[in-house]
């Protein structure tokens, strides 16, 4: 039994240091730029900006080969630090922000054809064929995706209600600088 016992203690300290040894010698680097570009995005991984998912978005970022007008969850925040970090201009003219939304099922026009519960990444729309199905609206991101494969139409984006759990102070708007007159001291 001790040579069972010190034989695997043999083998998994041979196999570690190769696994070790592996993990050092054939390690790819990754971009840094790449990195920072993929904590700047929202991490949803939706596919609206056309990529699988925020890292291969921020991958085609750092080569140059994305314009960074393409994340819609992050919207025009997102979209200008992207911008800064790469010191490029972004064309917002043809960007439209809205606040946070969710699919909602019309369940009178519900068929249940299931098209939309495979569209989904999230999981978020629950169903069966030929049945109706509903969205958890905890679990939508506002992705859009199951919008557009709906034949009935059944489905469209609703603003997320403003409710005490998911309010927030509006930012202050930035009022333009105006010079003010001096005060005149009394002597």
């Not at 069972?4 to 041979?14: K, N």
Request: hydrophobic letters at 40%; a negative charge; one cysteine or more.
């Amino acid at each position: 039994m001790l040579i069972a016992i010190g034989s695997l203690t043999i083998m998994g300290l041979v196999l570690g240091g190769l696994l070790g040894a592996a993990a050092r010698f054939l390690a790819v680097e990754e971009n840094p730029l790449e990195e920072e570009l993929k904590a700047m995005l929202p991490g949803s991984q939706c596919g609206q900006c056309g990529y699988v998912g925020c890292a291969q978005y921020a991958a085609a970022l750092a080569k140059g080969e994305a314009s960074v007008t393409l994340c819609a969850p992050g919207g025009k925040v997102v979209i200008e630090a992207l911008a800064k970090k790469l010191g490029v201009t972004a064309d917002l003219s043809e960007h439209e922000e809205k606040g946070p939304e969710y699919a909602f099922i019309n369940e009178d026009l519900c068929i249940g054809c299931t098209r939309c519960i495979r569209e989904c990444s999230t999981d978020a729309i629950l169903g069966a064929n030929k049945l109706m199905h509903t969205v958890i609206v905890d679990a939508c991101h506002g992705c859009s995706k199951c919008v557009k494969v709906c034949p009935t139409d059944a489905i469209v984006m609703v603003p997320v209600p403003v409710t005490l759990a998911n309010w927030h102070w509006p930012k202050p708007e930035v009022e333009p600088t105006q010079s003010k007159p001096e005060v005149g001291h009394a002597h």
